[in-house]
């Protein structure tokens, strides 16, 4: 599966953002999908997760209540909603894919995409 990630800008601190990942292939809906994000200099980190199904989640607890994971697998798409952003979640932004269940371990993930940039100043 092919991922294409977009959405991705800068903003000011408590702004919202919409981050989209569009996935190629007819089985998306079999694939766990996952969002993480790397600043500079810093380890890439999980941010949240989603079944294949959509009915699971889990969220870093940096993210919970102000991020949200969602899916429409009509249209093989995984969002990432961004409320109340702080400077401290400026990264790039990666959209991952697996089979089976979702998890928070990136290695776990075998398809990302291309990243998209988020910068959120103070």
């Known amino acids: 599966v092919q991922l294409q990630a977009s959405g991705g800008g800068a903003v000011q601190a408590g702004g919202s953002l919409r981050l989209s990942c569009a996935a190629s292939g007819r089985t998306f809906s079999s694939y766990a999908m996952g969002w993480f994000r790397q600043a500079p200099g810093k380890e890439r980190e999980f941010v949240a997760a989603?079944?294949?199904?959509?009915?699971?989640?889990c969220y870093a607890d940096s993210v919970k209540g102000r991020f949200t994971i969602s899916r429409d697998n009509a249209k093989n798409t995984v969002y990432l909603q961004m409320n109340s952003l702080k400077p401290e979640d400026t990264a790039v932004y990666y959209c991952a894919a697996k089979t089976g269940g979702y998890t928070s371990i990136h290695r776990l993930y075998q398809y990302w995409g291309q990243g998209t940039q988020v910068t959120v100043s103070s």
């Open positions: 989603i079944s294949s199904l959509g009915g699971g989640t």
